[in-house]
């Protein structure tokens, strides 16, 4: 079975500044990685995904996030956060064959502060 | 490409109700997937169907769960005589199970609470 450890529940930072989301994974077989935004009352959209091959993936709205196999980590970056990336995000993976069903972290909260 | 539908969006029951969720996935995909958001705490698979077959349950579905997807299209999910830790917001899911596609595809949820 997999895991997933989403280490800061919440995350002040200031516009403009950049952030860094962490994440860790257990798991004993091969796995994708995920990340996903949940704005309030709304549903789960895809960030980024890390499949294979570079270890750096970039995502939408400037994010991006880096795949470290030795420390099972997949952290989730921004070089500059702005109002609207006030949100819930959620760190996930599935195994690779069989039913794929996402296993999510206790997310992130990140606020960003004018 | 509507993307994937929920409805109702809000629902509220008095304990011991049964209550009904419909979920309309993103047309041609075969994989369809329910999970659970409990406040504070990421979604927690449910189950999931591959076209209209129910492959896999999550110890989380106790009895009182049951879901469907007569026609490989839409699905409902069930939960009879509801308990005040029924309360959460169930999601739906969906993809298509083709090599290269891996992405599942949310739904906005439907939020329950029972009084």
């Known amino acids: 079975a997999q895991s997933v450890t989403q280490l800061d529940s919440q995350v002040p930072v200031f516009e403009e500044a950049p952030v860094e989301l962490r994440c860790n994974y257990s798991s004993s077989v091969s796995v994708y990685l995920f990340w996903y935004v949940q704005y309030p009352n709304q549903g789960l959209q895809l960030l980024l995904k890390?499949?294979?091959?570079?270890?750096l993936v970039k995502g939408i709205n400037g994010f991006e996030a880096e795949f470290n196999k030795s420390q099972t980590s997949f952290h989730l970056r921004k070089p500059s956060v702005h109002i609207s990336d006030t949100a819930e995000y959620f760190c996930?993976?599935?195994?690779?064959?069989?039913?794929?069903?996402?296993?999510f972290g206790t997310g992130t909260r990140l606020t960003v502060i004018p | 490409d509507t993307g994937v539908s929920q409805d109702p969006r809000h629902k509220i029951t008095k304990r011991g109700q049964n209550v009904t969720f419909r979920c309309d996935p993103i047309?041609?995909?075969?994989?369809l997937y329910w999970y659970r958001q409990t406040l504070g705490q990421g979604p927690e698979f449910l189950t999931y169907f591959q076209n209209e077959a129910q492959l896999e349950k999550s110890r989380l579905l106790s009895d009182r769960f049951s879901a469907e997807r007569p026609k490989g299209s839409f699905s409902t999910l069930e939960i009879q005589r509801t308990e005040q830790g029924d309360s959460a917001m169930y999601l739906c899911?969906?993809?298509?199970?083709?090599?290269?596609?891996?992405?599942?595809?949310f739904g906005p949820g439907t939020r329950l609470t029972v009084l």
């Open positions: 899911a969906s993809r298509l199970d083709a090599r290269g596609t891996d992405t599942q595809y």
């Open positions: 996930a993976v599935s195994d690779q064959t069989g039913a794929n069903n996402l296993f």
């Open positions: 047309s041609e995909h075969n994989r």
């Open positions: 890390y499949l294979s091959g570079s270890t």
